[in-house]
């Protein structure tokens, strides 16, 4: 896991290697086990190249036409023969990589067949020569979480890509004849003439539905991200950028029986952890309490005890971090405490406050990059922070596992909606009562999915009654535009979305939530979150071949008899502790929303509000206050304040990037 950056020049200008360097220094939290840049420079038609461990080590800047910057955080080779960037044999390719290819040993094995010699352990030098044997279409090769350039002189373009899943950020722009690329939008924004112009669309989308990460759009008009599972290349004669999406998320039709599916996930699940352990230092897991992280640190478990040598960055004492509150109703920790006895793991209970919350509140914004819409992630926030105070470097995490396997709410609404529109009318009655049985708040709380419903309904329960109140907008198209998550939701249940597509109601909504509506952003936190603290987050429950399997599972495996994830649990029997396997409440991201900033913070973010906000093009001041001050704030439901939080939020990120 690391940081990159680069500037190639498209008007015949040098590059200026001091911006450089400030794009790279604004990423060292990325990376802080090294550096370094390569420079070339146009020489009769030919490029030379010139790799410094630091820009104050060149000679000039004359006739740089490309610079390539990158931030180490050393996983595997920790030798400085794993320093980028780096190069291939003739020094006609230099890559920038950040990530981690999980099957780079037997692509390793498959290149040195062909003739290809390795100087290294690194996953990058796997990478690089695999662009050398296959071009582009080393892509289809790789199995991981990445986003790397190459630079290719003999060719003339920079070639660029992106994980499938976009675990791994890479943003880009093209400000007066330059191109410019980095991991983080704050490095982009060190280059001269880059001006941070809020979009406002996508700030009252995130506002109104608390997601701000689509596709290649970003909140800020002139920066945008590389989709993921897109590649970027950039002809540097012609100018030209083309991209080009390499792979697509689509359920396959599945053969066999349930047991035979379920058996074949218990091998995957087994295998995609197994690869994710590999590491030259110390890895641990977060643990929530909750189905997906479980699973994680229960399989790890039983590697570690079972196949030592495959496990060796847990060393001997595994350590799981969960995040815990004095709240009853948002606590999980004998869950996770559970979890982490049946492997013999030591469990690091993180308490999160609300005035650490504060103090942490706009340095956590800055890393960020774009506002983030709840107070969960500070809980994520303080476990990596955790993790980093105990020496471990490398973090498995459960992130996906909703998406894939169908744990959230809004897939058993699907399911039911799929039956009664197939005229399965009895299997749905069953269905529905055994759902209700279970008695899950978070499942019959339709609340819980505001962003998935209609306007009328949303108005009816009130879930907007401060945002409506105190948004600069016109309301009806903000909520029921026709990107909302409420539009695509509908129109999948309704069957008016790729009539003649064979996928069922669930997967469509699946696939929505995976590339749209809630991974992209949840990935960005969770890389942001860690990297702040120099970690290498890992999320093996997204390996691209378990998310393909996964989405496409029949929906009786994943909504069955009121059991959500249902295969999951069924794969999982005999490893994770019944009590879990078996446990019929769920959190989602549970977080104090409501008693922070409606109490013990209410004197913070009154003196906040009462200051002249940065914000105040998208929101009325003044109705702001009145609304917090008066008695409707004391008596407003969750939503409302979650809705205040992104407001806070949205101030934060304001102030940290300096916008207005």
């Known amino acids: 896991m690391c940081g990159i950056v680069g500037i190639v020049s498209l008007n015949g200008n040098s590059v200026d290697s001091s911006v450089l360097q400030r794009m790279n220094d604004l990423q060292e939290h990325r990376g802080p086990d090294g550096e370094g840049f390569l420079l070339g420079r146009a020489e009769s038609e030919r490029f030379h190249h010139a790799f410094i461990r630091h820009t104050r080590l060149r000679d000039s800047d004359s006739g740089v036409r490309v610079g390539l910057g990158h931030r180490r955080l050393a996983i595997l080779d920790l030798s400085d023969l794993g320093l980028q960037p780096m190069t291939s044999g003739d020094r006609s390719c230099w ?30 030098e796997v990478l690089l020569n695999a662009y050398l044997h296959w071009g582009e279409d080393c892509l289809s090769h790789l199995e991981g979480m990445y986003a790397f350039a190459i630079w290719d002189s003999s060719q003339g373009r920079l070639f660029c890509a992106r994980d499938r899943l976009g675990i791994k950020p890479f943003y880009y722009a093209t400000p007066n004849g330059y191109f410019i690329f ?25 506002l109104v539905h608390g997601n701000c990460d689509y596709g290649e759009n970003t909140v800020l008009k002139n920066v945008k991200a590389l989709p993921a599972a897109h590649s970027l290349t950039l002809d540097i004669n012609t100018h030209s950028i083309s991209l080009r999406r390499y792979w697509e998320l689509e359920p396959q039709p599945q053969v066999g029986t349930a047991n035979e599916r379920i058996a074949e996930l218990k091998e995957l699940l087994l295998a995609t952890v197994r690869k994710h352990l590999n590491s030259d230092v110390r890895a641990g897991s977060c643990l929530s309490g909750g189905l997906d992280s479980s699973t994680v640190v229960s399989l790890t478990g039983k590697i570690w005890r079972e196949q030592p040598e495959a496990a060796t960055a847990i060393g001997d004492d595994f350590h799981t971090f969960t995040s815990c509150y004095e709240y009853p109703e948002l606590d999980e920790r004998d869950y996770a405490q559970t979890v982490a006895r049946s492997v013999g793991a030591t469990s690091q209970l993180v308490f999160p406050s609300p005035k650490e919350f504060w103090s942490d509140f706009e340095h956590m914004a800055w890393h960020e990059d774009m506002p983030f819409n709840g107070l969960s992630f500070y809980a994520q926030w303080r476990v990596m922070r955790a993790a980093k105070e105990a020496g471990v470097k490398v973090l498995l995490d459960g992130q996906g596992g909703d998406e894939v396997f169908g744990g959230y709410a809004k897939f058993r609404y699907a399911y039911l909606a799929s039956l009664m529109r197939s005229g399965s009318l009895g299997k749905m009655v069953r269905e529905l009562g055994a759902t209700v049985g279970q ?9 819980n999915g505001y962003r998935y419903l209609p306007k009328r309904v949303r108005s009816f329960l009130r879930v907007d009654s401060l945002l409506k109140e105190v948004l600069k907008a016109p309301w009806d198209h903000v909520v029921s535009a ?21 996928w069922t109601i669930m997967q469509r909504i699946q696939v929505d939530d995976i590339l749209l509506d809630t991974l992209p952003t949840l990935l960005r936190l969770e890389d942001r979150s860690s990297m702040a603290f120099s970690l290498e987050a890992r999320v093996p429950l997204l390996d691209h071949k378990l998310v393909e399997f996964g989405v496409s599972l029949p929906d009786d495996l994943k909504v069955h008899n009121g059991w959500s994830k249902y295969a999951v649990r069924q794969a999982m029997r005999q490893l994770l502790p019944e009590s879990v396997r078996l446990r019929k409440s769920k959190l989602g991201f549970a977080a104090p929303d409501h008693a922070w900033p409606s109490q013990e913070l209410r004197s913070q ?5 009462q200051d ?10 003044a ?8 008695g409707r704030a004391t008596t407003a439901n969750t939503e409302s304040y979650l809705g205040l939080f992104r407001i806070l939020s949205l ?5 940290a990037f300096n916008l207005s």
């Open 623 to 630: 109705a702001l206050r009145r609304w917090y001050q008066s």
């Open 612 to 621: 002249d906000l940065r914000c105040r093009k998208y929101v009325d001041q």
């Open 95 to 124: 890559i920038v990589f950040n990530g981690e290819i999980y099957n780079f040993p037997a692509l390793r094995s498959e290149l040195q067949a062909l003739g290809y010699s390795f100087t290294t352990r690194t996953d990058t």
């Open 439 to 447: 008695g899950d708040r978070y499942v019959l709380d339709i609340r």
């Open 482 to 502: 026709e990107s909302t998550p409420a539009t695509r939701w509908w129109r999948n249940t309704s069957g008016q979305q790729n009539g003649d597509c064979p």
């Open 651 to 655: 101030e934060m990120w304001m102030r």
């Open 182 to 206: 980095a991991s983080e939008i704050k490095s982009l924004l060190a280059f001269p003439g880059l001006e941070p112009t809020p979009d406002d669309d996508a700030v009252l989308g995130f």
């Open 605 to 609: 973010v009154t003196e906040l509000i």
